[in-house]
């Protein structure tokens, strides 16, 4: 697990609107497949896993977002 010194936030996606149905099915298809035959190993791995492949699918076929660069989150209070 990474701390919050070595964190790096990614770009976000330019995911389509929630009323583009056909575009979010076909997506739901493909991951569907994809992630049936990549899911193996430990529950840790196949989070990693998971989140991995549905970033870049997803960045693969909507695109990044330009524009505003991304701040860190706040650290928590007492934290340097």
């Not at 996606?13 to 149905?21: E, Q, V, Y």
């Not at 896993?49 to 989150?73: H, M, N, Q, S, W």
């Amino acid at each position: 697990m990474q701390d919050a010194a070595t964190r790096t936030r990614k770009k976000r996606i330019m995911w389509p609107n929630a009323s583009d149905k056909k575009s979010w099915k076909q997506l739901d298809e493909n991951l569907d497949i994809i992630l049936e035959t990549t899911l193996q190993g430990p529950v840790d791995q196949k989070l990693t896993t998971l989140t991995t492949v549905i970033y870049t699918v997803g960045k693969e076929r909507f695109g990044l977002e330009e524009g505003v660069a991304r701040k860190e989150p706040p650290k928590p209070y007492g934290q340097s």
